[in-house]
């Protein structure tokens, strides 16, 4: 199986990569893709990757020219993403990013095994899904999806902390602080919301270790033979709660049943609405940019 990562250089991957490997037992090929400016530190990946020693790794290769290392490729994990630079408005940020993964979505709709699995991670990673679905013409929209596993550990971790075990425990909208928590109380969905913004304060840095942890849980589901239920950003075409269609948008999802329908109470409808028109406005930018030159 050919699984290529974009930000290959950065401090998820770096997390990333070791316990995928310790995760998946069958033959792998890994491609790690970054800038041109980081190619060197992909090369001291690469080595390390070699050190582990690992005997399903079959081959690695590493660089920055997008159109053959995405060739191929059976899963492909967007991390790289510009991050929100000191003076960036949230609204630059979706527009630098918006074009990058724009043309991506092109090549990885050229060139991938065209029953790819793709997982965008980069934030605002929702978007940024939905920019690299339309690159690609809409023609990966049921494989691509957006990562909110990590806003869903966080609520079960949450809700075990609080003593109120459940088996499953599901998150609906943008990953972002209109995030809500299904079936939960407002202090859950507050932890939801802010625990990123903690963890940043906390240590200087965004959630890597729980990011890397979340992506191989998605992962793991997403590849299972049997079923299994978790929270997923996807294609929100012909969704069974009446958001807008044409969005990337976390909804509880079977791997082997599509969208799951399930009650939402007032409260959780009116929550639904605020996290849909936050991430309309920012398809709208995001648009905007792309299609005003
Ligand atoms: N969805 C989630 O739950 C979640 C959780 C945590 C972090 N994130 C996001 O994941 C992303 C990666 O986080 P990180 O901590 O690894 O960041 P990082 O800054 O350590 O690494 C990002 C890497 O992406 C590379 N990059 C930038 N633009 C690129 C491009 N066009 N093509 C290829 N590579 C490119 C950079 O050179 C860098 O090596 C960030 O956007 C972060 O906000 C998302």
Known sequence: MKIAITGAAGQISYALIPLLLERFKFPIELSLIDLEEKVGQLRGLEMEIEDFCFPQVKKVASGSDEKTLFKGADVAIFLGAKPRGPGMERGDLITTNAATFYRQGKILADVANPNVKAIVVGNPANTNALMLIRGGEYRLKNQIQALMRLDQNRAKSALNLAAKQREEVFVFGNHSPTIFVHEATSEVTEFVRKRGAE???????????????????????WMSKDERRYSAALYSEKNPYGVDEDLVFSFPYSNKKGILKLPLSQQEKEMLLITEDEMKKERQIACTILFSN
Do not use: F
Not at 202 to 214: E, F, M, P
């Open 199 to 221: 963890v940043i304060k906390a240590r200087g840095v965004s959630s890597q270790a729980s990011a890397a942890k979340a992506i191989v849980d998605h992962l793991e589901d």
